[in-house]
């Protein structure tokens, strides 16, 4: 289960930082940036993958209020001039710097899901598997997590055929045969493979 260990190596504040839609073939990839409260943590954080959909629904409604929250989100447009690692990295620093939006105390010090950290000058530390140890990164898979499945569910409504409802963007069977038969839409990351082969050129 994820603890505060890593946290409390470091000055207050730490933000835990980390992302969601690295892998899927259409919409945004989305980073959060959540620093705990002192009190009054959410109960059943863990890292998101393993948390039902209302679960993660819930605790983020309660990280919202409860917690510092930053989030970056960049688009799909974006990650096909940037690829797929530098659009992540730009997300995360996207949710850091939220959290000094309109006033706000920027971190002390971030930790970051992964092996890899953004070109920024906050002090910081990759924790691969953070969020299965770093309570701050697990609150912040959970609330990445749920904002890009609900941005997922909007798309989904305008672009039903690719049944993005339930697969939010990748690369499923229903996804990957309507892509065959209907060609890309707007939302279509066209420099990631199966999309190019289904008819979406990825830019120049």
């Given at each position: 289960?994820?603890?505060?260990r890593?946290?409390?190596?470091?000055?207050?504040?730490?933000?835990?930082?980390d992302?969601?839609?690295?892998?899927?073939?259409?919409?945004?990839?989305?980073?959060?940036?959540?620093?705990?409260?002192?009190?009054?943590?959410?109960?059943?954080?863990?890292?998101?993958?393993?948390?039902?959909?209302?679960?993660?629904?819930?605790?983020?409604?309660?990280l919202?209020?409860?917690?510092?929250?930053?989030?970056?989100?960049?688009?799909?447009?974006?990650?096909?001039?940037?690829?797929?690692?530098?659009a992540?990295?730009?997300?995360?620093?996207?949710?850091?710097?939220?959290?000094?939006?309109?006033?706000?105390q920027a971190?002390?010090?971030?930790?970051?899901?992964?092996?890899?950290?953004?070109?920024w000058?906050?002090?910081?530390?990759?924790?691969?598997?953070?969020?299965?140890?770093?309570?701050?990164?697990?609150?912040a898979?959970?609330?990445?997590?749920?904002?890009?499945?609900?941005?997922?569910?909007?798309?989904?409504?305008?672009?039903?055929?690719?049944?993005?409802?339930?697969?939010?963007?990748?690369?499923?069977?229903?996804?990957?045969?309507?892509?065959?038969?209907?060609?890309?839409?707007p939302?279509?990351?066209?420099?990631?493979?199966p999309?190019?082969?289904?008819?979406g050129?990825?830019?120049s």
């Amino acid at each position: 289960m994820p603890h505060l260990r890593h946290e409390r190596l470091y000055p207050t504040p730490v933000a835990g930082v980390d992302e969601a839609g690295r892998g899927p073939l259409a919409g945004p990839v989305v980073a959060a940036a959540v620093i705990l409260p002192p009190r009054g943590v959410p109960r059943g954080i863990d890292d998101s993958k393993k948390l039902a959909p209302a679960e993660r629904e819930r605790l983020c409604g309660l990280l919202h209020v409860r917690a510092r929250v930053g989030i970056g989100i960049v688009e799909a447009d974006e990650i096909d001039l940037l690829n797929i690692h530098w659009a992540t990295m730009k997300a995360m620093t996207l949710a850091v710097e939220a959290l000094s939006a309109d006033g706000g105390q920027a971190p002390a010090h971030v930790l970051v899901d992964g092996n890899r950290l953004p070109r920024w000058s906050h002090a910081a530390t990759a924790i691969v598997g953070g969020d299965a140890h770093s309570l701050s990164i697990a609150a912040a898979s959970v609330v990445a997590k749920h904002t890009r499945d609900a941005i997922m569910l909007e798309h989904a409504r305008a672009y039903p055929r690719y049944d993005w409802h339930a697969n939010k963007g990748y690369a499923a069977p229903a996804h990957l045969a309507a892509l065959r038969d209907h060609g890309p839409c707007p939302l279509h990351r066209r420099s990631f493979a199966p999309v190019a082969r289904a008819g979406g050129s990825p830019p120049s």
